[in-house]
């Protein structure tokens, strides 16, 4: 949607300045029609395409071309074949959110209540890594563990590592590359949400018998709740759907559903069961979204 | 949450050398005050002398420099807002948005785990007649409703101090007049020692058994509103309370019970029990409603005092007429005429004398320095914000 930026009200009104009021009542579709015109071509349009690929007849090829079929049986044949990748892929990105909810709750937080005059430069530190490709940092982490690194020479100095025993390469390093590349998604909207919160709010609990945890638990958590909502939606969504991370910081042990994808379009050329993948992660995603949603009450996301 | 409110021995609360210090600027300045049980109490003045910091170390909200807040025999002072048996109604009035009504008055009561709460909460939201309002939200209620919520959400806890910070400021007139009696009725029935911060004199008179003026983080006087109002101690609660025609005037001592005093040349006397300084510089003062007008000096009963001037205003106001009146030396008097209907107008710009009985009067010590304060008099604090 940040197309339409371009369109906005600083371009001038393509209408001329003595336009009548029929082409004045259609300017503002005129404005939308870019950035719509933009969806449809680039996701929409290849979205029909990937849901009618997931149909495909999965015996021809790509030399051979594929024969629409409407093979339904491509998404049970994927389910089975990878429901641990699905799992794992949940599985991780929910492992990270809680470590992600640990460490950027506190975070933001303090940079919204407690940070005064250190605000703005704190925010910016969290969003500074986005500067850089996330494969870059990605890789760093992949120094930062690596066998021979420091990092696991110290750990297996102090004994909280086997002699034999390594960080690379295990789930542990997938997740907490998951929790490190999204972080800032969680943190930015719970920085909102909490930087608005009123601290007489909290004077007036504390007035109230509310010790300080209680008084969190009562008013700051649920006046945060909004931010909280929209930050895990954006750290989870892309979460589950990530290969970097799997990819680099694991091994096929830890694949979640997207090195499933990427290997069945780039490597497999399984173009049918690509697609029934792809398509089966955005449906599982959204029946998950929208049912936490309903659950968490619709009247959190304000 | 142990130890707290109910079972405790209340006594009256005592402010002991109180001070608070924010960098440079002392809010609160060595302030030693009793307030007695079961009072309503308020502390009057305008923004920024202290009163709302005062009220704050009360809470627990902000902790004193120096100095003691004593309950009884216990210094709470050092306590943790949430383990005093003191509650506030704020100014915002901080109701919890994602409560409902009724949540908001039982949340107290919740943390400190006494159940059930439904009676009590209703027998409260009835008390301020918001039966069947407690499944709202704040936001659906107006801002008088609102303001009661505040109230009973304090008071449903029964502690043994009930502080408001100018609970009635984002009112309009009308429910705040109606809310001052309100107030007043629920202190009486349940017993409290309300503590009531306000920068309006109207109020803290309407409501307050004793009234504190504080001026620059000290109180100037402390008495019953019409003790304070008929003699006040200093020239700023001459004019922050009411207003008062203030004459920069010298005494000359006291002969026969009065003092004598000469201001701009003329003699004048007022009682001694009036007087709160008998030589040196001093203001001479009487109340606006105090003076009358008349055409001539020879229709001013005896023993009465009057200057002569020149009316230089007529503001109708309904019930009474206000009259500025130009003294010979320059000096504005003003003058409050009731609409008795008895007493005919007088015009604009014809000469007339005001006239007071002494007993009215009162003198109030004045630095050399001062400049006559009727000139720069401070208007009505009414609607200031704090």
Redesign the interface.
């Known amino acids: 949607m940040t197309l339409l930026a371009p369109t906005g009200p600083g371009q001038p009104p393509p209408a001329p300045p003595a336009a009548r009021s029929g082409s004045r009542r259609l300017l503002p579709y005129l404005l939308v029609l870019p950035g719509v015109a933009w969806l449809l071509v680039f996701f929409g349009v290849p979205l029909g395409q990937l849901a009618a690929a997931s149909l495909y007849d999965p015996s021809g090829s790509l030399s051979t071309g594929y024969a629409m079929t409407w093979a339904v049986g491509n998404y049970a044949d994927v389910l089975q074949a990878y429901w641990p990748q699905f799992l794992r892929s949940f599985g991780y990105a929910a492992l990270a959110l809680l470590l992600a909810l640990l460490l950027g709750y506190p975070l933001a937080y303090a940079i919204a209540q407690k940070a005064g005059r250190w605000k703005n430069l704190l925010l910016v530190c969290v969003v500074a890594p986005m500067f850089t490709s996330f494969l870059v940092r990605t890789l760093a982490w992949k120094t930062i563990l690596s066998d021979n690194g420091v990092l696991v020479g110290l750990l297996r100095d102090v004994h909280l590592l086997a002699p034999d025993g390594r960080l690379l390469a295990t789930p542990f390093a997938v997740v907490l590359g998951l929790t490190y590349t999204f972080l800032p998604f969680l943190v930015l909207p719970l920085y909102a949400s909490l930087e608005r919160l ?1 601290r ?2 909290l ?9 300080p945890v ?1 008084a969190f638990r ?2 700051t958590l ?2 945060s ?1 909004p931010g909280l909502v929209a930050g895990a939606l954006l750290f989870f969504i892309p979460a589950s759907g990530d290969y970097i991370n799997a990819e680099l910081l694991g091994t096929p042990n830890e694949y979640m559903v997207g090195n499933v994808v990427d290997s069945a379009f780039l490597v497999r050329l399984d173009y049918p069961q690509g697609a029934a993948l792809s398509v089966l992660l955005m449906v599982a995603i959204l029946a998950m979204v929208f049912g936490w949603l309903r659950g968490a009450g619709t009247e959190a996301v304000r | 949450m142990t130890g707290m409110a109910r079972d405790t021995p209340t006594g009256d609360l005592r402010l002991a050398n109180l001070t608070r210090r924010f960098g440079t600027l002392t809010a609160v300045d060595d302030l030693s005050l009793t307030i007695a049980q079961g009072s309503f109490f308020a502390l009057l003045g305008a923004s920024g002398c202290g009163k709302t910091t005062t009220l704050r170390m009360i809470a627990g909200l902000d902790e004193p420099t120096s100095g003691q807040v004593l309950l009884g025999d216990r210094d709470i002072g050092r306590l943790r807002p949430y383990q005093r048996p003191v509650n506030t109604v704020f100014q915002s009035y901080a109701l919890f948005p994602h409560l409902t009504v009724f949540e908001n008055v039982a949340f107290g009561l919740r943390r400190r785990g006494i159940r059930p709460v439904d009676a009590e909460v209703n027998r409260m939201l009835s008390l301020v007649q918001l039966d069947g309002y407690g499944p709202r939200r704040p936001a659906q209620l107006s801002g008088g409703q609102q303001q009661r919520v505040a109230l009973i959400r304090a008071l449903v806890n029964r502690p043994q101090v009930l502080l408001l910070d100018e609970p009635l400021g984002a009112l309009d007139l009308t429910l705040r007049r109606q809310m001052q009696i309100e107030l007043k009725r629920i202190q009486t029935e349940v017993g409290i020692t309300f503590v009531h911060v306000t920068h309006d004199q109207e109020e803290a008179m309407t409501m307050a058994d004793t009234v504190a003026v504080m001026n620059a983080g000290g109180i100037e006087q402390l008495g019953a509103p019409a003790d304070i109002y008929e003699f006040p101690a200093t020239a700023f609660v001459a004019n922050f309370l009411g207003r008062s025609n203030l004459l920069a005037a010298e005494a000359g001592g006291t002969s026969g019970g009065d003092v004598a005093v000469t201001a701009h040349g003329t003699r004048f006397s007022v009682p001694a029990g009036r007087s709160r300084a008998d030589h040196g510089p001093v203001h001479l003062g009487v109340r606006p409603e105090k003076l009358n007008l008349v055409g001539s000096a020879d229709q001013v009963p005896v023993g009465h005092q009057h200057v002569t001037g020149v009316v230089t205003d007529a503001s109708y106001l309904g019930v009474s007429t206000q009259y500025l009146l130009r003294t010979g030396w320059g000096t504005e008097l003003s003058v409050f005429a009731a609409n008795t209907g008895t007493s005919a107008r007088v015009a604009v710009g014809s000469e007339a004398v005001a006239y007071w009985d002494p007993r009215h009067a009162f003198l109030l010590p004045r630095d050399a320095v001062d400049t006559d304060p009727t000139a720069s008099a401070p208007n009505e604090p009414v609607g200031a914000s704090s």
């Open positions: 009123d007489r709010l004077e007036a609990a504390s007035d109230l018998y509310a010790s209680r009562r008013v649920p006046l709740m």
